[in-house]
Structures are given as structure tokens and as C-alpha cells.
């Protein structure tokens, strides 16, 4: 071999950044089995703990990506665009984004991912739809994005093989936070999708993987710098989740609210439109990618468009046309579940805060998401929230409606949904969504 | 599993300390298999940047040593003491330390080890004897023990296996160089000898592991603290290796000169007698391990009981009665090599500096030594040093002897000897050889 691996794990250990060819040695040979796991896992703790420079999160980045398959269009075709979000709970934008981006000519080539943990992911709210097939391979992909103009697949084993096997080893040995490791694992798929632009949400806050709006801004950052140096336009929206985004929570549950502000329909709780900040979100970022895909001289002009596209019910009918070309049928997506039940606030108040992880991790008890990659999900069920921050409440009012199958213990459920929303008498403020905008 | 290995890992990569009970399921699971290379070495780097407790390095030795079988005596038998050295160039003291110590009814239990990078190692030197065997049972080492007072072997399977699989694995994952995972590794071994106590020799300089005497004592207080809370009574010797121990660096040669230690012979090179180090230390090291065996009131009695042992040649009768009853034929031991040159000086002055790794990796061209676990040694080759620290030298002078059997390329040797010696015009005293000791 060229290099001596421990040399290299004893480079990044005493804090000395690796070269790009060091960098590309411990990928492909990672990749290719020649290099075990035990030395690559003994790497990456030494990378939690040294980190990478931009220089060389940047490198590692496109081995990753050259790992496997790319995508490409027309010789630099400006406006291929996608979006990438850094996980929530019930955040469901990127359904409605692609039908609303591509009715204005850029392309949206939508490479999605599952849920984990207190996140859900695109790729199950999908095949929440009876008959949805994400398994597309890469030319019909291809081939969707150059007629259609959109399309919503998952992983292939094609995409980034790199990245598959470091993170399956990043997760089983407690290597997973570590931002240049994330912005390998994030950018190294996007860049496969032959991008021009890319538009993230880098969101903050209890119910995301950044906690604090710093974290989510340096992260940001690191994604952008990477972009830039491997020739992709990016532009980001730091956005808070500290309360889950829109009113549903669970995969069929979180389409029909796609399909409601698809339709233009509101759903008003106590005077409130729990559906404004899914749309708000979606209309922003929808705005931005057409900015970025250079339809729009601006993100403003990006919004307007995006609002007519909605309104007009164009992206009602691409989002239908998708459905029934990737196999799926709307017709019988909502069947509701065995029981829905209130879960009653304990006392009266404003709502202060929520501890919107664990709002995640009460849907994943319901059977709405995954503890590990294994897991089974029940597509059906999910939480439907009947309040939100700044609201006020009344002692025996429902926090949310219980969409059930039976897979949960109902006390306990109600318990920790009850914890996970505190109630004081000072009215906090409604918290704002959209904090920043690097470009 | 009574434990998740990603929170324990995790744990330490935050720097927590763990638990006894964590520690104890992380050594037994991974001995066993449970516990797959790849998470435990994730770990052992996560150790390399937080590093352990005094506590947790105390209790990981004690799982290591438990993971195989102890010797054991009579009932708290008072009597039974060790030496281990962190190893050095040209260090032989083992070979006479044994039978001067055995004879004051004190009972050395010593499981030696090989060589390994620049330093040599006590069983390689043993093995240069035709027909030696360092590999007898721990039922036949015992036996040893209780009717002759003392042995010398190699590391069996049965003794600290978890140590054993951890070496492997640090070995090549760049974590070797940790104080708490040193401290195990070298402790675990001494505990499972059933030692009543131990003493140190802990070397820094050039030639030693630990390069300056403050990294020699942190490790010596941690090799102390983790014995105390075992039950060992320890004690240390800081002693220097900024120069060579002795006169020979090589097998066979260091066995000659050991030999002629225990005759009582000298030998003087411009005036110097280049045994007297080899000799002080020995003596030195003796006498601490009668004191610290309760055979004398306190080391300097141990130290004149040890002088009157090494001249009255018993010392001598024991050495050769361990060679005859472990198979092996002093007769054949010192066959000499096909040929003996010398490296000249380039300069007269005075021996200002001595980079002694740089001379052990040179003895390692001539075969004395392993670069890695599976080389094979010639147990003949080695050098002679005709200088030292403080001494005059002429240009043209022999610095040292080769005994070669034409493995090296002459050129490059005599080079790297050259390069490895300073020479200049201000005389920088000679060092001291014994700095510390910490009881």
C-alpha cells in the first residue's frame, strides 16, 4: 500500500491535517475492503476529536462521492436544483418543494432518505401511499428528471457506497456527531446528484440534531464551504425547531397535510392556522431554489412564483402525477387508525416550551418511526398537535390527538407528551422560524 | 448485553469516567468475541484523548489480569517480587537480577518479553543460549519457583489473553501510546504473577519510550497508584537511557556480558569500565527487590547483600543452574560472527549526545532486533561500544564494534552510528544514571 494506515491515524490523532491523497487512500481503500473496519473506526474517533480542516472536509467529501455513481445533465445545465434538510419532527416540505420548484423549469432530482430516530424521513411519508415505489433505478431517474422535471427516490447502492459503510460503522461506534463526518455523509450524496445549486435547512433547536442556533451555523457553514469547493451554489436557511413544524406528526398523517395546502385549505385551531409554518417553510425555501436555479432574480420574486404555483394548483397536479407515475394511489393513502384520543393538558396556561425530541420519540412509540434501520414502521398512525408555543391552554384541553393502532402503552405515551410540553403562566412569545439565510 | 457499547464509548468520548462494572463488561465481551475490533478500538482511541482515572486504569488492569490465569503462592506469602522494566538498549539486568535476588529466599516469578522495535527483549537474549526454552507451563513455572526460587519464561496464552487481543489491536490502530493503556498492559501481566511486590526500573531518554524524565515519572505514579489499589507494594527506579546500558547491544553478546558480570570481570576501554552502569544498576535494583521482599531492613542493606551474592558466585551457580535446567548449553552460546569492524569517529572531541533509539534501529540492520512481531533475529550479531557520554574520542577512533553477519549494508550502518553519536568540543559530564526513586 502507498500509505501506512496507522501513520495516517497517528497523523490526524497528534492533530496534523491530512493530504488529499491520504484523504483518498483511507476512502477507497475503506470502500474496497482493504482497509478494515477497526483501523477506519480507531480514524474517525480521532477525527471527532481533532476535526477536519474546510480543506479537508471538502476532500473527503468527493471521495466520498466519487465512491459510487453520479448523476449528470446537459454540460453545466444552471438549474438542477435540490433541497436538503438536516431532520425534524414533522417536517414535511421537500413532498411539496419538488412539485412546486420544477413547474418552474429547474430540475429537482430528489435523492431522500428514512427516518431515524425522532426524525422522519421523506422515503416513508412517500410509501405511506399505497403502491409508492422509491426504488427507481438510476436511468429511469434520470430519465423521469429530464421529462418530468422532478422525481423522489431513495439511496441506491449505486450513490456513495462510501458513505454507506462509514456510516453504518460511525453509528455502532459512537462516531456519528462529528461535523465534518456530517458534512461528508450530507454533501458527499447531494454532490452525486450532478447539482448546480443546492438549498439546505440547517435547523436548530430541541427537536433537531444542532441544539443551539450556533452549532447550526457552523455546520452551515462547513456544508457551504464544501459546496462552494466542490462547485455547487449553496445557500442555506437556519431555521428553529423548537416546536414540530405544521400540525401533523407521522408518514400518511404528514401527506394529507401536503395535500391540504396543496388544495390552499387551512386548519384552524383556537384561531391559529396550524398549517401557516409548513407553508411559510416551503414557500421559502421553494423561493430560494428558484432563486438558486436562476428562474428568479431574487428569493423574493423565487416566493412570489412559488405562491402562484401553489395557488394555481400546478403543484397539486405534478405532486398527483408523481404519485401515479412512481406506482402509488392516493385513493386509498388515508384509511385513519384503529383509535384517536386526546392527550389533556395538566393544567392551565401558556404553552412555554417543547421538548420537541421527545415528541419524536413518543411518535416512534405509536410504531410512526424507527429506533434502529431495522425496524418496522406503521405508516398510519402519529400525533396531530392541538396546540403550540405561546398558545394558551386550559387544564383537561387536548396538547394533541392520538392517531393509534394499539402498538403503544397509552399512560405512558400520554405521560411523556404530557412532560415534553411545559406550561407556565408568562406567554413566551410565538418563536421565530426562519432565523437566517447564508448565501 | 447488560451494557450498550455505542453509550459506553460515547461516555468516554465525553469525558466520563466509567464505571467499574462498564469497564468489566467492556474487557470480558471483547475477550470473548461479543465485542467486535471495530467498537473496541473506537474506544481505545477515545482513552488516547481523555484518558482514565487513576480509579478506572486501576480496575481495567484488574479485568485484564482476570481474563486469564494467576499464579499463585501460600497464603500471602510475603516473599514474591518482580522487576519490569519499560525497556531500553542494551538492557540485560533481568538476566542477573533473577538468580542474585532468588538467593536472599526471595521468589522471582518473572514472565519476560520479546523485543520489539529499538529495544531488545529478555527472552531473545536467553534464547541465544543453544537450546534454551523460555516455553514451560505455568504448572512447570510454579514448580520452578518453589524449589529453585525463581524462572524465567515466556508469556503463555493462559496468562491475560484480554491484553494480549488488546496489544494486537492497538498495535495497529495507532493507540499504543497511551499512559492508562501502558499501565494495563504492563501491570495486568505483573499482577497475574501473584506478586507480593514489584519494582520498576521506569527509563526516559533517547532510547527509552517515555523521552523525558516528567513523562517517566507520570507513568511510574500511575504504575504505582494501579499496583496499590491491586495489592502489589511498588516501587520504582527512574533511571535514565541517554546512552546505551553497558558495553553490548545484541542477544548473544548481552548474555556474554552478563556472564562476565557474574565472574566478576571489568571492562575498561580508556580507562573506563564499561560494565560498571550495567553492574551499578543491577545491584541497584537488587537491592530494592530484597527490601521490597522483606529480606533486608532497607535497600542499601539489599544492595550489599546483592554485592556479596554477585562476588561470593552464586549469582553465577544460579544463572547457570537456571541454563542447564531449562535446556540450554552455555558451551555453544558464543559462536562470534563472520566479521567484526569498526564505525570511526568523523571528528575528535568529546561524546556530547547519544541518540540510543537510533542506535537500537541500527542494531536492528544488523538482525538483532524485530521490526515487526514475525521477524526473525540472528542471535550472534550486535555491537560493542567503545564510548560513551563525557569521553574523549579521536577522529578515526572506533565509537563502537560491529559483530556482523553481513545483513546490513555496511555503508548506510556505519552512517546512522555516525549520525547517532555527537560529538563536540565542551565535555557535558556524564549522566546520571538512577534519578528518582519513588517508594
Given at each position: 500500500m502507498k500509505?501506512?494506515?496507522?501513520?495516517?491515524?497517528?497523523?490526524?490523532?497528534?492533530?496534523?491535517?491530512?493530504?488529499?491523497?491520504?484523504?483518498?487512500?483511507?476512502?477507497?481503500?475503506?470502500?474496497?475492503?482493504?482497509?478494515?473496519?477497526?483501523?477506519?473506526?480507531?480514524?474517525?474517533?480521532?477525527?471527532?476529536?481533532?476535526?477536519?480542516?474546510?480543506?479537508?472536509?471538502?476532500?473527503?467529501?468527493?471521495?466520498?462521492?466519487?465512491?459510487?455513481?453520479?448523476?449528470?445533465?446537459?454540460a453545466h445545465h444552471p438549474h438542477v436544483v435540490d433541497k436538503h434538510s438536516t431532520g425534524g419532527v414533522g417536517d414535511k416540505t421537500s413532498l411539496m418543494l419538488a412539485p412546486i420548484v420544477a413547474e418552474t423549469g429547474v430540475r429537482v432530482p430528489m435523492i431522500a432518505g428514512r427516518g431515524l430516530g425522532h426524525t422522519g424521513g421523506t422515503l416513508d411519508k412517500l410509501e405511506s401511499i399505497p403502491g409508492f415505489s422509491v426504488k427507481l433505478t438510476l436511468t429511469e431517474f434520470q430519465k423521469n428528471l429530464e421529462t418530468r422535471g422532478f422525481s423522489i427516490i431513495g439511496q441506491t447502492n449505486e450513490i456513495c457506497p462510501a458513505d454507506k459503510k462509514l456510516y453504518a460503522l460511525r453509528d455502532v461506534t459512537g462516531t456519528i456527531d462529528s461535523l465534518p463526518l456530517i458534512c461528508g455523509s450530507i454533501m458527499s450524496k447531494k454532490l452525486a446528484e450532478g447539482l448546480s445549486a443546492l438549498v439546505l435547512d440547517v435547523k436548530f433547536g430541541s427537536g433537531a440534531f444542532m441544539k443551539t442556533e450556533r452549532e447550526a451555523i457552523e455546520l452551515a457553514q462547513l456544508l457551504k464551504t464544501t459546496g462552494d469547493r466542490n462547485g455547487v451554489d449553496v445557500h442555506v436557511l437556519i431555521t428553529s425547531m423548537e416546536e414540530p413544524l405544521g400540525c401533523f406528526i407521522g408518514n400518511s398523517l404528514e401527506v394529507f397535510e401536503c395535500l391540504e395546502i396543496l388544495q390552499g385549505k387551512q386548519r384552524i385551531i383556537d384561531g391559529e392556522d396550524f398549517y401557516s409554518d409548513t407553508k411559510e417553510l416551503t414557500l421559502k425555501l421553494a423561493g430560494e431554489m428558484i432563486y438558486a436555479g436562476k428562474k428568479a432574480d431574487n428569493p423574493e420574486a423565487g416566493y412570489k412564483m412559488a405562491q402562484e404555483i401553489l395557488s394555481s394548483g400546478a403543484a397539486l397536479k405534478n405532486f398527483k402525477n408523481m404519485v401515479e407515475f412512481q406506482g402509488g394511489g392516493l385513493e386509498k393513502a388515508f384509511l385513519g387508525c384503529k383509535q384517536v384520543y386526546e392527550v389533556p393538558a395538566l393544567q392551565s396556561g401558556f404553552v412555554t416550551k417543547m421538548n420537541v425530541e421527545a415528541l419524536g420519540m413518543a411518535s416512534l412509540l405509536l410504531g410512526a418511526g424507527r429506533q434502529k434501520a431495522s425496524d418496522v414502521i406503521d405508516p398510519h398512525v402519529g400525533m396531530e398537535m392541538q396546540t403550540r408555543i405561546a398558545m394558551p391552554v386550559k387544564k383537561g384541553s387536548p396538547l394533541c390527538l392520538i392517531h393509534s393502532n394499539g402498538h403503544e402503552e397509552k399512560e405512558i405515551l400520554t405521560q411523556k407528551i404530557q412532560q415534553a410540553v411545559s406550561i407556565g403562566n408568562q406567554n413566551p412569545g410565538a418563536p421565530r422560524l426562519i432565523r437566517k439565510t447564508l448565501r
Open positions: 500509505f501506512v494506515v496507522t501513520d495516517l491515524i497517528r497523523k490526524k490523532r497528534f492533530g496534523s491535517p491530512l493530504q488529499d491523497q491520504e484523504l483518498k487512500f483511507l476512502v477507497e481503500n475503506y470502500v474496497n475492503g482493504d482497509i478494515p473496519d477497526y483501523q477506519m473506526s480507531a480514524f474517525l474517533m480521532a477525527v471527532c476529536f481533532r476535526g477536519m480542516t474546510a480543506e479537508e472536509t471538502a476532500s473527503y467529501t468527493q471521495f466520498l462521492k466519487n465512491s459510487g455513481s453520479t448523476l449528470s445533465f446537459e
